[in-house]
């Protein structure tokens, strides 16, 4: 089973590092769908079992995605009351778990709809936003706003080349005036920002937020100049455990030799950042908008009704 998890955890991380956490999910469980209409399997017991374990396989990847953990928790939850109750199990069993399963991608849509109703309050009009990390969530919050008729301009922050990239290509196809800037350069503008935008993987107990690598160092410094921070998620992304900082970002290590003379040492790359909430100005969820203390109290509210066991 360690093998297997190490396996779906890597293939998880390269695949969010690429698409983002939403679009992570949203492709598990399509592929879960196209899955379990595939089977030639009439015993749903059988079925369960297998179920069980690819949920178990899910709970166990570093870093643990909430949004992941939290609706496979609400589909266990399903398969147990409604297609198995008191362990008698429905004939149609199979069409009744993928419909449960579109619902749950319907969700997601309306969540999306939702934030990007709740942007529209945030006065973007002439202002100049910072962006960083490739989130897809911050993208439709810009092209949304854009589309509303609103005029702003993107400053970009270099990072990764692919997400830098992708960045750009969606300013430019949005046609939002954008400019690019090394991330390690932007002390030179903290008059020009008039705002930083942020999205995310999660939101832990520990009521920080797991970021892309870099987005800490960013936000740390418009956090002292004093320039407003805005996070933009889902509630959904919340991961509704007791947790740990130790064991939330994944750390790889490995050997590299230098191009021209003959050192080897060892090289240590972090899959995610951690980030405190109280450094945001405010947090755009599907819910509303919320300040740090606000969006405690939301976490902890739907902790305590959903919590999750990991």
């Given amino acids: 089973m360690q093998a297997k998890t190490e396996v779906f955890s890597k293939l998880l991380r390269e695949i969010e590092m690429e698409i983002g956490s939403r679009d992570l999910a949203?492709?598990?469980?399509?592929?879960?769908?196209?899955?379990?209409?595939?089977?030639?399997?009439?015993?749903?017991?059988?079925?369960?079992?297998?179920?069980?374990?690819?949920?178990?396989?899910?709970?166990?990847?570093?870093?643990?995605?909430g949004i992941l953990n939290y609706y496979f928790a609400k589909l266990s939850k399903f398969t147990e009351q409604t297609i198995c109750p008191d362990g008698k199990c429905r004939v149609k069993w199979k069409n009744m778990f993928v419909s449960e399963v579109k619902t749950i991608l319907g969700h997601g849509d309306k969540q999306r709809l939702e934030i990007l109703?709740?942007?529209?309050?945030?006065?973007?009009?002439?202002?100049?936003i910072l962006i960083h990390d490739h989130s897809h969530t911050v993208q439709d919050v810009l092209v949304h706003n854009k589309n509303m008729g609103k005029h702003f301009r993107v400053i970009i922050a270099e990072q990764n080349l692919e997400k830098t990239h992708d960045n750009i290509e969606r300013m430019y196809g949005a046609e939002i005036p954008f400019q690019v800037v090394p991330a390690?350069?932007?002390?030179?503008?903290?008059?020009?920002?008039?705002?930083?935008?942020?999205g995310a993987v999660t939101m832990k107990s520990t009521i920080d937020f797991v970021m892309a690598p870099g987005d800490h160092g960013i936000i740390s410094e418009?956090?002292?100049?004093g320039v407003p921070l805005y996070m933009f998620i889902d509630t959904s992304k919340f991961s509704l455990w007791k947790s740990e900082k130790k064991v939330e970002v994944f750390m790889h290590k490995h050997e590299r030799k230098h191009c021209s003379k003959p050192i080897t040492y060892e090289r240590i790359k972090y899959?995610?950042?951690?980030?405190?909430?109280?450094?945001?100005?405010?947090?755009v969820t599907n819910q509303g908008i919320f300040d740090p203390a606000g969006i405690k109290k939301l976490f902890l509210e739907k902790m305590e009704k959903y919590q999750i066991e990991i």
């Fill in 26 to 65: 949203d492709l598990v469980f399509k592929s879960l769908i196209t899955a379990v209409n595939s089977l030639d399997v009439k015993d749903v017991d059988f079925f369960n079992g297998e179920f069980s374990k690819l949920v178990k396989l899910v709970s166990q990847t570093e870093p643990r995605y």
């Fill in 184 to 198: 390690y350069m932007l002390s030179h503008l903290h008059d020009e920002i008039d705002m930083v935008f942020f």
């Fill in 222 to 225: 418009f956090h002292v100049v």
């Fill in 117 to 128: 109703k709740n942007s529209e309050k945030i006065d973007l009009e002439g202002k100049t």
């Fill in 271 to 283: 899959s995610h950042d951690r980030v405190p909430a109280k450094l945001f100005t405010q947090i």
